[in-house]
T-cell receptor
Framework: DVKVTQSSRYLVKRTGEKVFLECVQDMDHENMFWYRQDPGLGLRLIYFSYDVKMKEKGDIPEGYSVSREKKERFSLILESASTNQTSMYLC???????????????FGPGTRLTVL | RKEVEQDPGPFNVPEGATVAFNCTYSNSASQSFFWYRQDCRKEPKLLMSVYSSGNEDGRFTAQLNRASQYISLLIRDSKLSDSATYLCVVNKVNTGGFKTIFGAGTRLFVKA
């Protein structure tokens, strides 16, 4: 079974704090993703990575950065947290193949971040 | 206009009912299609892929109409445990690989 874990289920931070969200997958997947999910807006892609040390901006990268130093780990960083970054953050991973199976994304349990 | 659009619902149905969800996508270059299920306060999980010929998995049937850029999910004989949010997902080829786009989801409540 694919397992994607995230460092925290719930996190409360203050405006201006630096926040680190960690994600680890144990299936040797090449692709990793960070999304945020807000009511009525669905899942929005923040950043993704196809390989170690590689990153690509998603649809809403502003205010975020990422780090992928090891294949199994993808970190999301909020340099200076703001109240509009209060959200559910979901990490996902997938294989990098040409077939359909390679496009299935496996999600972590999510981190509910509240910025006060 | 969103790239993937779904009726947000909620759909409230009694146990045993048949319910259908629709999803439209705007990019004709989209290549593969999926339905994910997300339970309350849980992460999304793949429910089924959607093939052009249509496919069935037990009580669930998925259909794709490329000409109309339309995807559907039919649930027969609804169970209480089917209560969840159903996400329509589309993959399209993008520079450097592919891009996955999630719909905002359709909420289903199945009542006894």
């Amino acid at each position: 079974d694919v397992k994607v874990t995230q460092s925290s289920r719930y996190l409360v931070k203050r405006t201006g704090e630096k926040v680190f969200l960690e994600c680890v997958q144990d299936m040797d997947h090449e692709n990793m993703f960070w999304y945020r999910q807000d009511p009525g807006l669905g899942l929005r892609l923040i950043y993704f990575s196809y390989d170690v040390k590689m990153k690509e901006k998603g649809d809403i990268p502003e205010g975020y950065s990422v780090s992928r130093e090891k294949k199994e780990r993808f970190s999301l960083i909020l340099e200076s947290a703001s109240t509009n970054q209060t959200s559910m953050y979901l990490c996902a991973s997938s294989q990098q193949t040409g077939g359909r199976a390679g496009h299935t994304q496996y999600f972590g349990p999510g981190t509910r971040l509240t910025v006060l | 206009r969103k790239e993937v659009e779904q009726d947000p619902g909620p759909f409230n149905v009694p146990e045993g009912a048949t319910v259908a969800f629709n999803c439209t996508y705007s990019n004709s270059a989209s290549q593969s299609f999926f339905w994910y299920r997300q339970d309350c306060r849980k992460e999304p999980k793949l429910l089924m892929s959607v093939y052009s010929s249509g496919n069935e998995d037990g009580r669930f049937t998925a259909q794709l109409n490329r000409a109309s850029q339309y995807i559907s999910l039919l649930i027969r004989d609804s169970k209480l445990s089917d209560s969840a949010t159903y996400l329509c997902v589309v993959n399209k080829v993008n520079t450097g690989g592919f891009k996955t786009i999630f719909g905002a989801g359709t909420r289903l409540f199945v009542k006894a």
